[in-house]
T-cell receptor, first 114, second 113 residues
Framework: KAGVTQTPRYLIKTRGQQVTLSCSPI?????VSWYQQTPGQGLQFLFE???????NKGNFPGRFSGRQFSNSRSEMNVSTLELGDSALYLC?????????????FGQGTRLTVV | AQKVTQAQTEISVVEKEDVTLDCVYE???????LFWYKQPPSGELVFLIR????DEQNEISGRYSWNFQKSTSSFNFTITASQVVDSAVYFC??????????WGAGTKLIIKP
């Protein structure tokens, strides 16, 4: 079965612009989580969606937002981009919103802000 | 506070050597989950193991083994007879009571032929 698909794979944006990243989870998975990975801060949790509802949110400013659609696909949006937003953004999907289920990760979207 | 420490930033060994990656965690929760993930150069995180706080049995899967010790808050990962394909960044993570994954900084493992 198809894995987690993230689009686009690479993105270059200018400071001040906004960006939308997309994540298609594995078919049948209802939970989608987003993570930011940078060399300085490592992997940090952004937010998690389950059945179209945001269940948890990490410690990120309001410029970072997301949503989940009825087909479980998720998008995250970053507005007013800053240089520090340059990172690998990873999406993970799992059957349920529980640590007792395995999370499958996509290959990520590498965002560069110039 | 919840925290995961992977003190080894980078480890380099020659193929066929055994190697242990250390993971120490901090949590006040009595129920928690610990994970190991592998991140090859392609970027995606590959799930290796999940262990809940009530199961201290060590686990072996092929050349991989994990040693969970609550007394020392450690969840170490050993690769026996390492291979070049094992080269990757390995992350240890802790799931808190909100099911958020808290990640260690990762250990870059280099296996030289």
């Amino acid at each position: 079965k198809a894995g987690v698909t993230q689009t686009p794979r690479y993105l270059i944006k200018t400071r001040g612009q906004q960006v939308t990243l997309s994540c298609s989870p594995i078919s049948g998975h209802r939970s989608v989580s987003w993570y930011q990975q940078t060399p300085g801060q490592g992997l940090q949790f952004l937010f998690e969606y389950f059945s179209e509802t945001q269940r948890n949110k990490g410690n990120f400013p309001g410029r970072f937002s997301g949503r989940q659609f009825s087909n479980s696909r998720s998008e995250m949006n970053v507005s007013t981009l800053e240089l520090g937003d340059s990172a690998l953004y990873l999406c993970a999907s799992s059957l349920e919103a529980s640590p007792n289920t395995e999370a499958f990760f996509g290959q990520g979207t590498r965002l560069t802000v110039v | 506070a919840q925290k995961v420490t992977q003190a080894q930033t980078e480890i380099s060994v020659v193929e066929k050597e055994d190697v242990t990656l250390d993971c120490v965690y901090e949590t006040r929760d009595t129920t928690y989950y610990l994970f190991w993930y592998k991140q090859p150069p392609s970027g995606e995180l590959v799930f290796l193991i999940r262990r809940n706080s009530f199961d201290e049995q060590n686990e072996i899967s092929g050349r991989y083994s994990w040693n969970f010790q609550k007394s020392t808050s450690s969840f170490n990962f050993t690769i026996t007879a390492s291979q070049v394909v094992d080269s990757a960044v390995y992350f240890c993570a802790l799931s808190d009571s909100n099911y958020q994954l808290i990640w260690g900084a990762g250990t870059k493992l280099i296996i030289k032929p």
